[in-house]
């Protein structure tokens, strides 16, 4: 979540918190809204967060609430919190870390390219997921996995047509390796072309540069 859509969200659940009457249950829908946002975009270790969990669970002071946005609200509008938070940066180091291990295997000539490509649509996978639950993009009946990450993604308007399509490739390419269709992929460059695809993807939504 980018930091202007965080206060355009922020300011949202502030303008509801002013329209709650004192003791409504609304309250708990924006104590745990307001403790989602901080624990995905900022993390669970932030102070923002944990005074929100010393509200009283039974009965939530909406001003309290209230007053802990506008606090963060005034934090992000000094300056203090990047596009992509510590929690964030951390989740894609780890993404571009496996894709590094992918290469390392398709430059060794010993191990069949299934093994990259497998490692490469998990890590796609993965990276597909975190940016699903940032978002809060609800997957209704589908299944958890890449193509139905990908669809509710471009639903949402979050990946373009041809992002797509690629990661439509993409799945097909981990699909056969997965059942092991080893003739089809077999072709060592075509693999490659997979990894250097997924690390512009993920450079390009997220992950930092390795």
Request: no cysteine.
């Amino acid at each position: 979540m980018q930091v202007d859509k965080a206060v355009k969200y922020i300011r949202k659940l502030i303008v509801e918190a002013e329209k709650i009457d004192p003791g409504s249950p609304k309250a708990h829908s924006l104590a745990a809204r307001a403790k989602e946002f901080f624990r995905v975009y900022i993390g669970d270790e932030s102070e923002f967060y944990t005074s929100l969990l010393f509200l009283d669970d039974k009965n939530p002071d909406k001003d309290a609430i209230s007053n802990i946005l506008i606090g963060f609200l005034e934090f992000v509008e000094e300056g203090f919190v990047e596009d992509f938070t510590p929690l964030q940066q951390a989740e894609d180091k780890i993404v571009s870390d496996f894709l590094e291990q992918a290469r390392v295997l398709l430059n060794d000539k010993k191990v069949h390219p299934a093994a990259a490509i497998v490692l490469i649509g998990a890590t796609l996978e993965e990276f597909l997921a975190k940016w699903v639950e940032r978002e809060n993009v609800k997957m209704g009946n589908l299944k958890a996995g890449i193509s139905n990450y990908a669809k509710k993604l471009y639903e949402n308007k979050l990946l373009t047509s041809q992002d797509n399509k690629d990661i439509l490739a993409w799945a097909g390419l981990r699909n056969e390796a997965a059942h092991g269709k080893w003739d089809e992929i077999s072709n060592r460059e075509r693999a490659k072309i997979m990894l250097e695809s997924v690390n512009l993807f993920v450079r390009r939504y997220g992950a930092e540069e390795n």
